[in-house]
């Protein structure tokens, strides 16, 4: 039968009855306090086996009470549990020696199951970070799926072992690996992403460990690779499936013994570097296709780390949509906001391009609607542009096979012929989203989207009135 004393504090008197009745039905005895100060009580007098406390407290921030407790009795677990269910909240609680951080509302069976953990992990202590400095937050949501993200993040960064990071394109694998380094043991050292896929094959081996003069044809002088770069700090590597597998050699060597040979150069280079590798790809199917290192792969598996599409999270999106709005006004576009059923449709799409997709569309949506508020019918339509007509399942297809299918449905939807007035209606379908997407990137400016585009700028201020595109007035210039 479990024992031990648990001691609670929280200033909801129903959060107290509920924990006091689940915890003493599993055999614990559980003393409750909606103080910090009472908790503090029963710390400093040497009582209890275990806390539970949560962030706002009346009296007292539980994160500031956690260092206290620490350094009187640095034995003693601490949980923390939150209603402010975001990744820095998961990063406080590490970063201050909690023992485990649980976001509001969790299951009354996982906590039993921390709380017997928490007793019976060895009494070592844990280090007392420096406190965290309030920032902007490195990701965004606070459905259950974000929140087994942050914890694991959380533990991460109080280590330095290698990352994997799998998702979708657009789910924020550089943010993890940003938020990896930001909070952890190596922040001031350097970051250094490096793009596989956007790395020519025959010069990633020079990109990432460097070349010596006269190495290659055109190398007159030393150059420096990521690797020397990212010394001390963390070295993201993005697209780890497109590297060539002469470079996955040489980078297993690193992984292996800690150190590299620059292109030309005959001397090993010691280095100490954390690595975090990101992919959108089955790595394991490369390796049966005998494109990627099995080897490899097993080192820089060492914490997987899977990033849900926003199609899995969609609960995420309200706060998603407030940050993006608000990053939109901050670059200095008009403030807008989104009403229920706006949001509702948001909500129900797929969302193939990820949290991407969704920044990418709410910037058209900020730049191109008239008004403070996008309304439902702004947002079905900037939806239907960018999905119909093509079949967003099969985007290795051209665009003139997306086009002739989307054509073939609708020719045999009117008995085999052409429906009336098919072709201005592909040409706006086609040239909507294409015009809009050059006025968000450059924030307006029918000038430089002219140039883009290639067109003249009265013909672009033409096509821009035939579309009913309103371009939003009083837009800085870019």
């Not at 490899?296 to 599409?309: E, G």
């Amino acid at each position: 039968m479990p024992s031990g004393t648990i001691l609670i504090a929280d200033d909801d008197a129903g959060i107290r009855t509920v924990l006091n009745q689940a915890l003493g039905r599993a055999g614990y005895d559980v003393r409750t306090s909606a103080t910090a100060a009472g908790l503090w009580r029963w710390v400093a007098a040497g009582e209890g086996d275990l806390v539970i406390t949560d962030v706002v407290l009346p009296d007292e921030n539980g994160f500031d009470l956690i260092p206290r407790i620490k350094r009187a009795r640095p034995d003693l677990p601490v949980i923390v549990m939150s209603a402010q269910n975001t990744i820095l909240t998961a990063i406080n609680a590490a970063e201050r020696g909690a023992f485990e951080y649980l976001p509001k509302p969790f299951d009354l069976k996982d906590l039993t199951a921390i709380v017997q953990r928490a007793l019976d992990a060895p009494k070592q202590g844990m280090r007392q970070a420096e406190p965290e400095e309030e920032g902007r937050l490195p990701l965004i949501g606070r459905s259950p799926a974000m929140q087994d993200i942050y914890r694991v993040i959380a533990r991460l960064t109080q280590t330095d072992l290698t990352v994997m990071i799998v998702g979708e394109s657009g789910t924020g694998k550089e943010l993890v690996a940003r938020a990896l380094h930001d909070y952890g043991r190596r922040k001031k050292g350097p970051f250094v992403p490096v793009n596989m896929a956007a790395i020519p094959r025959e010069l990633i081996e020079s990109e990432l460990f460097g070349h010596e003069r006269g190495a290659f044809t055109g190398a007159t002088s030393r150059g420096i690779g990521r690797f020397e770069q990212a010394e001390g700090g963390t070295l993201f590597l993005d697209e780890i499936g497109d590297m060539p597998l002469e470079a996955q050699t040489r980078l297993l060597r690193v992984l292996q013994q800690g150190e590299y040979t620059s292109v030309g150069g005959r001397n090993p280079v010691k280095t100490d570097v954390r690595i975090v590798a990101a992919t959108n790809r089955d790595l394991r199917q490369l390796i049966q296709q005998g494109a990627f290192r099995e080897d490899l792969f097993y080192r820089l598996n060492v914490v997987p780390l899977r990033l849900p599409p926003l199609r899995e999270r969609p609960e995420d999106i309200p706060d998603l949509v407030r940050h993006f709005l608000r990053r939109a006004h901050d670059e200095g576009l008009t403030t807008k906001y989104l009403d229920a059923e706006a949001m509702e449709l948001l909500k129900h799409h797929r969302w193939p391009g990820n949290v991407r997709e969704l920044e990418n569309l709410l910037r058209r949506l900020v730049v191109l609607q008239a008004g403070d508020e996008i309304t439902p019918q702004a947002v079905s339509a900037e939806l239907r542009a960018t999905v119909a007509p093509f079949d967003r399942e099969d985007e290795s297809a051209s665009l003139g096979a997306l086009v002739e299918r989307y054509l073939n449905r609708e020719f045999a939807q009117h008995g085999g012929m052409p429906p009336p007035g098919v072709y201005d209606r592909i040409l706006r379908e086609i040239e909507r989203p294409l015009i809009s997407m050059c006025l968000a990137v450059t924030r307006g400016n029918q000038i430089r989207a002219a140039q883009l585009l290639g067109l003249n700028r009265n013909t672009l201020h033409k096509k821009i009135k035939e579309l009913g595109l309103d371009v939003v007035r009083g837009l800085r210039s870019s």
